[in-house]
């Protein structure tokens, strides 16, 4: 008798089920059925997201005998990270590394499964002129004649001429097996949507005042899209949902790596985020009460990886120096070559890439901000894994990201989370008793209010998203609880329970529900050095823009992005996170790509504005910057080793130096991590 060459397996609790080859991870098994595993580092073992339980014994319903004895033993990188993160709970496996060898039914527990986001992108409010490139131009069609051979479309032609003074247009073919009808089901009255004056893109019947065009922001984890009405120029709806792509990878890297391992990467996750944005047409078509075939344009904008899997182009000469961009022009495009479900002759622009990390998100948030025609010198943050910055004034502008890390979205941090309801998004404590009071998000109160404990009581308090902690850093600094070198001072154990030991370093306890170590939120002193590092590379990136520009101030801050709108500036300051400058100088941009996002859909000439200007803005490459170390080295303290902050201690009282001696080891671990990052 043969050996089976396949099994079955059933992922719950959604059920979805399928039969893979034997020796098939689960992750990908799951990934391929499209459950939600979590991942961060795309498969290697190393993040522990991607936990799977395998369920044992008879499912006569499924007809599936499941056992562990179905999956290989315990790899060498699980007994790793057992060993180096926590011992795996018991059954459970990472998905990775668990090979599928028998029938199997298995949970994805709700901590590996990709958790709903609180999605804050809102369209802002912001005046734009209304210049569309697609005009609607009603017309009244001669009938045919039997004296006269025209077709209906050149006596649409003629029409248009006549009235409207549309010379030498053309037509795209998706309208001509529908023209002759559209012309009689309107009586020869029809209206003619017609790009940029020269293209006849969409053909109703009667009089149509109504068509609509789409804003995107694709976002490594949220996609936002807005509609608007292309005739007023007004926000009709808005949608967003978490990029699917996260089930690949939650950080670009890892996204990166898994189509360096899968060959058919790229077309997985070009095909997930095209599904997910019709997804989000659905959605806003519902909301608005409209049909598809009234949008007639989409503006897309994103990293540049988003961008070019959104393309349907491969990322990975973005993931290694010299960062390739395959195009950095402007994209125009139909829509249907992209598999978007608007209006068949529907058309796409996605606005150009700056540098091969420094994306159409970061054009599009100049866009929103224009720096390139004010005289202040602006800097212009975009906070993610990878920061984006642009400095400049109309005079000249520069651009570089910065390597900064998942840190400030949580991840690498002990207690680190999205921000989710029971995150801790706000933390105040107090210097003399260094008593920590926080909020979470999805309460309104304060942990010391009366009341709190019962409005948190269904969502918990669950960990540290990436605003708490750079809340909480910050307030540790202020408190005297670290050092400017970003040390957990040791002494301060004998005088309060919120410092205890951790092997041979401390830990500042933010919260403890009393109900043992499962429900205790720690800052350890890893996690400071996770922010230091990420911090110090935004700040060192920043550095060598103004090194470049030959200024050692900034006029104006603002930070963009879901991140960097929801940090705290001034926090973000006394960490050294952005430079000095006076603190009503430092704003949220909001979502300022997403705006400019809009800018470009509703005004044809912004376009064109970006797209120049993306030509002149100066990339800076910090990878081969021999200056890039030393300002990096500088900017681990808290706030800066040597730079000063004139205008943020004019108004936040600066602590007492403390000199604390530095675990030796800890400190050589983060250079080490620091190298191989
Ligand atoms: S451990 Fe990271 S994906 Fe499996």
Redesign the pocket.
Known sequence: MTAKQTAKVVFMPTGRRGEFSMGTPL?QAAQKLGVDID????????????QVLCMEGEFPKLGIHSSLKHLNGLTEAEQR?ETQRKPLAAGRR????AYIQGDLVIDVPPDSQVHQQLVRKDAELRDIVLDTSTQLHYVKVEEPDMHSPKGDLQRLYEALAWEWQLQDLSCDTALLPRLQSVLREGKWGVTVAVQQGSRMTAIWPGLRDKVYGIAVDVGSTTIAAHLCDLVSGAVIASASSMNPQIRFGEDLMSRVSYVMMNPEGTEAMSAAVRQALNELIEQLVKQAKITRDTILEMVLLGNPIMHHLLLGISPVELGGAPFALTTNEAVHAYAYELDLQINRGGRVYILPCIAGHVGADAAGVVLSEEPYLQDAISLLVDVGTNAEIVLGNKERLLACSSPTGPAFEGAQISSGQRAAPGAIERVRIDPDTKEARFKVIGSDLWSDEEGFAASVAKIGVNGICGSGIIEVIAEMYLAGVISEDGVIDGALADSTQRVIPQGRTFAYVLYDSGEGDERVIVVTQNDVRQIQLAKAALYAGVKLLMDKMGINQVERIRLAGAFGSHIDVKHAMILGLIPDCPLDKVASAGNAAGTGARIALLNQAARRTIEAVVQRIEKIETAVEPKFQDYFVEAMAFPHKTDHFPHLFSVVQRPPKKAIQANPDSDSNSRRRRRRG
């Open positions: 992750l991942s961060i580092c795309g498969g290697r073992g190393l993040c522990g997201r991607c990270y990472l998905g990775c590394h």
